[in-house]
């Protein structure tokens, strides 16, 4: 009787009676999320469902008919964001609450909240004050955590300058390719020790199957949109020369940012689709004829926030959260990507 219950309320895929385990468990109903010290459960259900290392349980409450659950550990989420300059305010989420995951390079705040029927995790990249300079960026962290809690999609926004005259100001790119200009950034989980090491493919960076996803919602949001680019990605925290510029684009460089990388090569080793939404907020130094502001950047942000809103939420919409990518399977010949 009690599994029938059980399964009314729940999708049990894979469940084993004898052991009590199931790879996946889906919440039927609607539901708050709350913590054990405040619940006063009339009756636990004879059930333990364990799910990645976390164990989830059911709860029956004397004085109110839906069910909550409660999980040791982490929310499993599938969608993260990761918020660029400007972007540091989850809005289009609702349910939003506040989250930290402890990794093995630091403890991660961020927020958790639901947006069209599906649960999203969102970071502000430089904090949510700006406060973190893009060399200063714990990276390793950010994406573990995301990658822990069970995200397997990470849309990243930033905003960037350009290289190209035909990439204007507030037109939205879809970065393809990144020349790495870094100089003091860790771009590995594996580094030797016990993780070993990895040479991971990188000849399409980007997920090709979220990139074309967010190439048709802009298109037919009617956003000025460029399907593909190369993001030379620079230290920071200052701006660029005229000179470095006039390089990068010889190089074949189309915009110019300071946060891509590591985090797009971090996310390949996590096996994880990762996209990048570049925002032109600028010309790059050289090219605009001034000198650069960071109010300018902000100013761009600002007048460009809702259509970003947009191209996100709607992108979302078409994510199917158990669809199965290349990305995800990155590291196979090294067993997987093991947390």
Same mark, same amino acid.
């Given at each position: 009787m009690f599994l029938k219950?059980? &399964?009314?309320?729940?999708?049990?895929? *894979?469940?084993?009676?004898?052991?009590?385990?199931?790879p996946r468990v889906i919440v039927?109903?609607?539901?708050?999320?709350?913590?054990?010290?405040?619940? +006063?459960?009339?009756?636990?259900?004879?059930?333990?469902? +364990?799910?990645?290392?976390n164990i989830i349980f059911l709860y029956?409450?004397?004085s109110i008919s839906f069910l909550i659950y409660?999980?040791?550990?982490?929310?499993?989420? +599938?969608?993260?964001?990761?918020?660029?300059?400007?972007?540091?305010?989850?809005?289009?989420?609702?349910?939003?609450?506040?989250?930290?995951t402890k990794t093995p390079y630091g403890m991660v705040s961020y927020k958790v909240g639901d947006f069209a029927g599906k649960s999203i995790a969102f970071i502000p990249r430089h904090g949510s004050k700006h406060s973190i300079a893009p060399h200063l960026i714990n990276y390793r962290a950010n994406i573990w955590a995301l990658k822990k809690i069970g995200v397997s999609t990470i849309l990243a926004t930033a905003a960037v300058g350009s290289l190209h005259l035909p990439m204007k100001l507030g037109d939205f790119v879809l970065v393809d390719q990144f020349i790495d200009f870094t100089k003091n950034r860790v771009t590995t989980f594996h580094d030797g020790g016990e993780r070993g090491v990895v040479h991971v493919d990188l000849t399409n960076p980007y997920c090709t199957s979220l990139r074309d996803k967010l190439l048709v919602v802009a298109q037919n949001s009617g956003l000025a949109v460029h399907s593909q680019g190369t993001y030379v990605?620079?230290?920071?925290?200052?701006?660029?020369?005229?000179a470095e510029i006039a390089m990068f684009?010889?190089?074949? *460089?189309?915009?110019?940012?300071?946060?891509?990388?590591? &985090?797009?090569?971090?996310?390949?080793e996590a096996e994880m689709c990762y996209a990048t939404i570049a925002m032109v907020t600028n010309f790059a130094a050289g090219i605009s004829g001034v000198p650069l502001t960071y109010g300018e950047v902000m100013k761009i942000m600002k007048q460009n926030t809702e259509n970003l809103k947009t191209l996100l939420m709607d992108t979302i919409k078409l994510i199917d959260i158990e669809a199965d990518c290349s990305c995800q399977h990155a590291l196979a010949e090294y067993g997987g990507f093991k947390i």
């Open positions: 219950w059980l &399964e009314s309320h729940f999708f049990l895929l *894979g469940y084993n009676p004898v052991n009590h385990t199931c039927k109903d609607f539901f708050n999320i709350s913590g054990p010290s405040k619940l +006063k459960a009339y009756h636990i259900a004879k059930c333990i469902v +364990k799910y990645k290392g029956f409450i004397e409660f999980i040791v550990g982490d929310i499993l989420i +599938k969608i993260g964001i990761i918020g660029g300059t400007g972007v540091y305010d989850p809005s289009i989420l609702i349910n939003v609450r506040h989250v930290e990605c620079t230290e920071g925290p200052r701006f660029e020369t005229p684009s010889k190089l074949g *460089g189309h915009l110019v940012g300071m946060t891509s990388v590591p &985090e797009v090569v971090l996310a390949r």
